[in-house]
């Protein structure tokens, strides 16, 4: 058996006499912050987030389409009304909207030329 010495240190502490017995080369334990939850943790929490803006981007973007055609069809029905049948196509076919603009084409009645 191989015969190692100790080291000894005392001193005080808080009020009391301490003394603390150490073994050559045994370092003191460290203790490294375990941060494999937390991030894990803060990663889904950023997906979630992520998650969660992409939602309201697509119901903000689905809600501006939907109030776009509803305005491409108040203009396209009042210029029906009004006899500018031309007009209604093209603000239909400007759109994107093929159908609106094969109803203007077949509702509309061409308004008289003075």
Known sequence: MLAMAQTTTCGEEFGKWVCRTQQPYSAPPVNFPDYSG???????????????????????????DADFAAMVRGNVARLVREGDCEAAKKTALAANDLNLAQQAVS????????
Do not use: V
């Not at 937390?38 to 889904?44: K, N």
């Not at 509702?107 to 003075?114: D, E, F």
């Open 107 to 114: 509702l509309c009645t061409p308004k008289p030329q003075p």
């Open 38 to 64: 937390s991030f894990a943790g803060g990663f889904a929490a950023g997906q979630a987030i992520a998650a969660a803006r992409a939602q309201r981007q697509a119901a903000a973007d689905a809600q501006h």
